[in-house]
């Protein structure tokens, strides 16, 4: 048995190693040129003042709410104590000098309407998620936008202060629009 063994691997070591490949050339001998692509990130466009004045502004903003995270919910709350959705947007722009009003469906009505792939960071997104889905009851500050995803930060009723995807189903669902306020 261990012979029979022995001559199978012998003769398919010889057969694949000793067996020279037949080779084909083409009448034309044209050389053939290979590109390579660069591993390197594009170099993003210039900024003009404005914009990077409303990208730190941006940033801040972001920084600020995030300080929030892991806040609980409590209905009306703008403190550590206790946050809603409405409260930690109006409180994360004011600690940044911008007024803005308190109740998330007179927030929707402040800014520029903008496309959900038009979306950076800091821009605004609203939900409709009462029972009735009468009017924009829900509030969500854009924190990261990465190719297809865009992350929020919000407070919910059951979780408090998290970031949220709006891939969820959920969220996907309650989205009414994305609004510009910087």
Known sequence: MFRNVLCIL??????????KKKRTYS????????????????T???LSRKEERANDQAKNIIATAMTFSGTRY???????????????????LKENDIEFPRVSHQM????????????????????????????????????????NEIKFIHATTSRGVIVSSLREGYWNHAFVKAMRIL
Do not use: W
């Not at 012998?10 to 067996?19: K, Q, S």
């Not at 104590?81 to 930690?88: A, E, I, Q, V």
């Open 10 to 19: 012998t003769l398919l070591f010889l057969l694949g190693c000793g067996a």
């Open 27 to 42: 009448k034309s001998r044209t050389p053939t040129i290979t590109v390579e692509g660069s591993i390197e990130e594009p």
């Open 44 to 46: 993003p466009p210039k």
């Open 74 to 92: 409590k209905y009306g709350g703008t403190t550590e104590k206790g946050m809603d959705c409405s409260g930690l947007v109006f409180v994360s």
């Open 108 to 147: 929707a009505e402040h800014g520029k309407r903008i496309k959900v792939g038009q979306v950076q960071k800091g821009d605004l997104l609203y939900f409709k998620t009462g029972k009735s889905g009468k009017r924009i009851n829900h509030v969500g500050l854009v924190v990261d936008v990465n190719r």
